[in-house]
């Protein structure tokens, strides 16, 4: 008899409570202020829910800020109509309890004052009007110069309000941020700690971006993103330095246009047969500009991956053919005067290297002549044979790498000389 007395008391108390609950609203720092602020002054409350019972309560496109939430009745702190909670997005409140954290983001809500359960649904894309891409790595961040506003330059497409694009876009060294309605405003602004993906924060710290171009993709309702390289987005590429000639702008390079362009047929992998380098450092320069991420340096020879803005490649002296791909930025610097393999048991040089004399012999043919040249083209030496063996005299000449060229009745070889 206590029991079911203790429970008619409970029930009458639920339904007198809600007798008295004329009208609910969801207040805090996370929902624009606490009533009696400067922007929420009341008297009633500004995000006011709904019901058709008195029971079951409900807001929809609600913007939250990072802060603290707590429904409240009656536009009063009167109890028992003010409840807190300790979980985010959902659960169950208490009556004058802390405020609920929030995130920031647009929201669905839901709140029943017999149960006290309470539920913010995510909406997608909710108030979000456009995004972009901004930063330091983007051309700069908005308001300074370069990049005014009032519309964000790198602004994304998209068909659904959700998935935003943005192709070919060049990032330089530094950090990025998606920003949203050309805006700062909470909470249209997400940054990151992962790249080239990863989940966005809402006012999260910038993401470290690598310089390159990309196809950039961001969802709006899971904050995920993806910058995929796509390209170096350079219109041409060459390559420079003291290895090869001279560094862009010193004599023998004077410029405008750099001395050893590069060709291309996709503007990925890009080509440069025959050229002569000399010992020294060597990186490939975009657009003939150092302007980033348009220059290209390495720690290996004659292959590698190149880094952005790294030191210069050292070079070995000889005659290469050349190519790099300015997406995964892997280059490689071929021999481009090792004996043709076809010839390679037609003549045989002894000693090489050597200090005195280079030794030439014929399998089969009468040697006609032989040119030496340096490796910068210039004639040397220059015999003609016309036997099966031969001799030059290397002792006048400096330490370094030679190329000879032979002519014989039936076969020709270039070859690779070494003096020491």
Not at 74 to 80: G, I
Not at 187 to 193: A, C, K, L, R, V
């Amino acid at each position: 008899m206590k029991k079911i007395t203790f429970l008619m008391l409970c029930l009458l108390t639920v339904a007198f409570a809600n007798a008295q609950l004329n009208s609910v609203a969801i207040v805090g720092d996370g929902a624009g202020g606490w009533p009696g602020e400067a922007g929420n002054p009341g008297p009633a409350d500004v995000h006011q829910m709904t019901s058709t019972d008195n029971i079951h309560w409900s807001i929809s496109n609600l913007t939250l800020t990072s802060g603290s939430v707590k429904f409240r009745g009656n536009n009063s702190w009167d109890l028992p109509y003010n409840w807190g909670g300790s979980a985010f997005p959902s659960g169950t409140a208490n009556v004058d309890g802390n405020g609920i954290t929030s995130i920031a983001g647009t929201y669905n809500v839901t709140f029943n004052s017999n149960t006290f359960a309470y539920n913010f649904v995510l909406v997608t894309g909710g108030g979000l009007a456009s995004v972009a891409l901004v930063g330091d790595g983007a051309g700069g961040w908005p308001g300074e110069a370069g990049n005014p506003g009032p519309t964000d330059l790198h602004q994304m497409g998209t068909v659904d309000g959700v998935n935003w694009t943005l192709n070919n876009v060049s990032l330089t060294v530094g950090s990025v941020k998606f920003r949203g309605n050309n805006s700062w405003d909470l909470p249209y602004n997400w940054g990151g700690s992962a790249f080239p993906s990863g989940t966005g924060t809402v006012d999260g710290p910038g993401i470290t971006s690598t310089a390159g171009q990309y196809n950039v993709t961001f969802n709006s309702t899971t904050f995920a993103y993806n910058f995929q390289l796509v390209g170096s987005g350079a219109s041409s590429i060459a390559i420079v330095g003291d290895g090869a000639g001279g560094w862009p702008g010193e004599a023998g390079n004077p410029g405008p246009v750099d001395i050893h362009q590069m060709t291309s047929a996709d503007g990925i992998n890009w080509t440069l047969n025959n050229l002569t380098l000399t010992d020294g450092s060597v990186k490939f320069r975009g657009n003939n500009s150092w302007d980033l991420p348009y220059n290209w340096g390495g720690s290996t020879f004659p292959s590698g991956t190149a880094v952005v803005d790294a030191n210069g490649m050292t070079s070995v002296a000889g005659v290469y053919n050349v190519t790099f791909n300015s997406v995964t930025r892997v280059y490689n610097f071929d021999d481009a005067l090792s004996i043709d393999e076809q010839n390679a048991s037609v003549f045989k040089i002894y000693p090489n290297p050597t200090e005195n004399v280079w030794n030439f012999t014929s399998a089969a043919s009468v040697i006609e002549h032989i040119e030496v040249v340096d490796i910068l083209g210039k004639t040397v030496a220059m015999v003609k044979p016309n036997m099966v063996n031969a001799q030059v005299d290397a002792s006048h000449l400096s330490n370094g790498i030679y190329i000879a060229k032979v002519v014989a009745n039936d076969a020709t070889a270039t070859i690779r000389l070494v003096k020491k």
